[in-house]
């Protein structure tokens, strides 16, 4: 089965995977949406490559959302799957190991996965993980914040530097 590199839309499918879906992608779904909240070609989600199905946003996450007004209290974990894969134009990964797991589901996807860290301009953020703060204290919870928020905004020139909407 081949992926097209683009939906068949013009819009920008953003995806961004971890493991459970509970901690950092939802918390880098949400910062993102509210970074590019002008544009209205953009579709952004999050997933898990290890994730179950209904969970609700970790507290931490949670709590850092609402103090910058985003809401994760409706936020509800789901696995990556064939679909997401498919309508996603770029997946951005928050660790290595996800990146890898995503390539070895997913070989078809390999010109569209991305280590988030991969274009950051933070030469000490540049080809690391956004370490998972899972299990730790709300400043493990901040540190991975403050890493999103220097990193997103490297995503977002990307993106908007390299898109080419789709023309059949």
């Known amino acids: ?25 939802p918390l880098a779904e949400v910062l993102f949406r509210d970074l590019v909240k002008a544009a209205s070609d953009y ?21 850092l959302a609402k103090e910058r007004g985003l809401d994760l209290s409706k936020h509800q974990s789901k696995a990556v799957t064939i679909d997401l894969v498919e309508r996603a134009t770029h ?3 928050l660790g290595r190991s996800h990146v ?13 996965i991305y280590l988030l860290s991969e274009f950051a301009a933070d030469d000490k953020l540049r080809g690391k993980d ?6 730790g204290d709300l400043e493990e919870y901040q540190e991975m914040q403050e890493h999103l928020d ?13 898109w080419k909407p789709f023309q059949p």
């Not at 081949?2 to 459970?20: D, E, I, Q, Y």
């Not at 290890?50 to 970790?58: E, K, L, P, Y």
């Not at 890898?100 to 569209?112: F, N, T």
């Not at 220097?150 to 390299?162: D, G, N, R, V, Y």
């Open 1 to 25: 089965m081949s992926l097209a590199r683009h939906s068949g839309s013009s819009l920008k499918n953003v995806l961004f995977v971890c493991t459970g879906n509970t901690c950092r992608s």
């Open 43 to 63: 579709s952004i989600q999050s997933a898990g490559v290890g994730a179950f199905s209904g969970q609700s946003a970790s507290p931490h996450s949670a709590k």
């Open 91 to 93: 997946i951005f990964a």
């Open 100 to 112: 890898i797991s995503l390539l070895m589901d997913y070989p078809e996807a390999e010109d569209k």
């Open 130 to 135: 956004v370490s998972d703060p899972f299990g």
């Open 150 to 162: 220097k990193l997103l905004p490297s995503i977002h020139a990307f993106i908007e530097q390299t």
